[in-house]
C-alpha cells in the first residue's frame, strides 16, 4: 500500500512538471489563429479610425472629437497589427491586456448608450464586434498563461 501511494505521489509531480496538453480542439484553435484574429482588429479599427480622421460626420469645431477618436482607434489598429506579427512575444501580450480591457469597456458604453436610445443600432453592432475580440483575446491569453506556467514549473 505504501509502495503504491508513493508510486503515485511521483507520478502526480511528474504530471505537474508537464505542460498541459490542450486535450480540446477549441484552445489549440485560439492559439493558431491569434495572429490572424491580430489582423483582424487591426484591420477592423483601420476601418473604424481612418474615415473619423479624413472624413468627420460634423462640421466645424464639433469634427474635432471625432478626429481625435479616429486617431485613438487608428493607432489601436497598428498595435494590433504589431501584436499579429508574433502574439507569444511580451510586448504582444501587454497589447492584447490592453485590448481586452479596452473593447469590453468600448463594448460596454456602446451598449449602455444604445440602452439609454442615445445611438442608432450601428454602435450596438460595433460593441458587439468589439466584445466578440475581447473574448477571444481573453481566452488566447487565459490559454497562454496556463501553458507558461507549466512550461516555468517544468524549468524549477
Known amino acids: 500500500m505504501i509502495d503504491y501511494m508513493i508510486q503515485y505521489k ?13 486535450s480540446s480542439s477549441s484552445s489549440s484553435f485560439i492559439a493558431k489563429h491569434i495572429g490572424l484574429v491580430c489582423a483582424a482588429t487591426s484591420i477592423f479599427n483601420l476601418g473604424l479610425g481612418l474615415p473619423l480622421i479624413f ?37 504582444s501580450r501587454a497589447i492584447l491586456i490592453l485590448a481586452v480591457a479596452g473593447k469590453s469597456l468600448v463594448a460596454a458604453v456602446m451598449a449602455w448608450h444604445f440602452w439609454m436610445g442615445d445611438v442608432p443600432v450601428e454602435y450596438i453592432v460595433v460593441g458587439g464586434i468589439d466584445l466578440v475580440f475581447a473574448t477571444l483575446f481573453a481566452w488566447y491569453l487565459r490559454d497562454s498563461a496556463i501553458t507558461r506556467g507549466a512550461k516555468v514549473s517544468k524549468k524549477d
Open 10 to 22: 511521483t507520478q502526480q509531480t511528474a504530471n505537474l512538471n508537464q505542460p498541459m496538453s490542450n
Open 55 to 91: 472624413n468627420p460626420p460634423f462640421e466645424g469645431i464639433y469634427n474635432v472629437q471625432p478626429r481625435v477618436n479616429g486617431v485613438f482607434i487608428t493607432l489601436l489598429g497598428i498595435a494590433y497589427g504589431i501584436a499579429a506579427r508574433d502574439p507569444a512575444s511580451e510586448s
